[in-house]
């Protein structure tokens, strides 16, 4: 007997391995579970994928459908790990508890380099891995170094092709060979879930503001993302479009919403709010948006790839330039809006829809990131690195990469190797220090 086991923690994660399977993606099984994990911050207030509007549109795909947060409770799916010497304990339960028996099993999983995902690669030790991406994350590096006990079991990756002809660099140096799931196929599985969700916006053709509570990770305040938000709003105003559709991040706080419906009543707009935790991709296909905003949101490529919406982007400069540490996991996808997408601000660009650089133009630039992110993962792009970074570093894809983070790679846009010994020297930092304490007694 044979059993694959699906991991998903969001619909459009879910929706993706439907559509792998209804293109025949996965060999034949005897059993299918789809094993969800809710791995919001606080799991009781959110729903799961399992009680999104939508899912039993999906749920019929798999014979079964068990929960990650109920197996290892009162534990954080994305904070607990098995330790060693538990695993063939866990493995066991696991079995007893989701009827596996002696089943040959099979992994499907998201984000192999984190938990969830990993703890159950770890756990069923035995068991070969499929890796498929649901968002713009696949294109950059895997974010850890895997070890070889999960990484070598990694057969391929799965992912939507949201940006044609970029390949993925999540787990190369693994070998794995990334594999396409059809566009046809997962457009078609969104068509499934268009007509779910209650209480939605009824407009035609309106711009679509897509909210990603970036405060809740630290890259903005508060009130920098709710300055975000209006400024898409303003953006949106200021091309000449009077109805607007926000849809909030799941677990955004209220507030945000409130400063949002204020602005639009001071530029008059008609600004509608989406209640309800339904996918973007819902509302591209009920409303039809003459234009799509987000910052980094996946939903951006979605849109454009998949519905050839016009889309722009907002707000990417600035978190190019807050996302510390540099290789935040976050930096490969807002650098793909950043370069692909036109700027709001830019009318003549989001008019004409033109992308902001040619494929080849874009992947010389992601292997460059990549590589700068995790040199260690991937260290044979370093001559790619190196001729991206002499023949094309200037003003605009200075934004891309850190002064100091080339000088410690020794890559071309670093602090020159024979003045490199300045940063950690007492007495230029001391002279240095003295000056500014001159500028700062003079300004006063």
Known sequence: ???????????????????????GCFDAADRRILLVSNN????????????????????????????????????????????????????????????????????????IQVHPALGVAQIFTDAPLTVYADGLMSYGPTRTKLAPLVGTRVERLLHLDL???????????????????PAAAFTKVLAELAGTG???????????????????????SAEEEEDLHVRMLTGAAGLGHTRVVFKPHPTAPARFTRTLEQEAGKLGVDL??????VLAEVLFQRTRPALVVGCFSTALLTASALYGLPVARVGTE???????????????????????????????????????????????LV?????????????????????????????????YFKKRRLTSLGLPGGIPARLGFLPHNSTARRVVRRARAVRRSMER
């Open 198 to 220: 209650t209480g939605l916006p009824d407009a035609e053709e309106p711009v679509v503001l897509l909210g990603q509570y970036l405060s809740a990770l630290g890259i903005l």
């Open 318 to 364: 600035t978190l190019l330039d807050r996302l510390t540490p540099y290789e935040n996991s976050n930096r490969v996808p807002a650098t793909i809006v950043d370069a692909l997408l036109p700027d709001l601000s830019d009318a003549a660009a989001v008019a004409a829809a033109r992308p902001g650089t040619d494929t080849d133009a874009l992947a010389a």
């Open 1 to 23: 007997m044979t059993t694959q086991i699906f991991l998903a923690s969001t619909l459009y994660g879910a929706a993706t391995l439907a559509a792998a399977l209804d293109a």
């Open 163 to 181: 940006v044609p002809g970029l390949a993925p660099l999540l787990l190369t140096e693994f070998g794995v060979e990334p594999e396409i799931v």
């Open 272 to 277: 509608s709010v989406v209640d309800t935790p």
């Open 40 to 111: 919001a911050a606080t799991p009781e207030t959110t729903p799961s994928v399992d009680a999104m509007p939508g899912f039993e549109r999906v749920r019929g795909r798999f014979d079964d459908v068990v929960s990650w947060n109920e197996a290892v409770f009162p534990f954080h799916p994305g904070g607990w790990s098995p330790r060693p010497e538990d695993v063939p304990l866990w493995e066991r339960h696991l079995r007893l508890a989701w009827g596996l028996g002696d089943d040959d099993v099979a992994l499907a999983v998201e984000s």
């Open 367 to 399: 292997r460059a990131v990549g590589f700068a992110m995790q040199p260690k993962v991937l260290p044979e792009l370093r001559p790619e690195a190196e001729r991206y970074l002499r023949e094309h570093l200037d003003a605009r894809t200075w934004r």
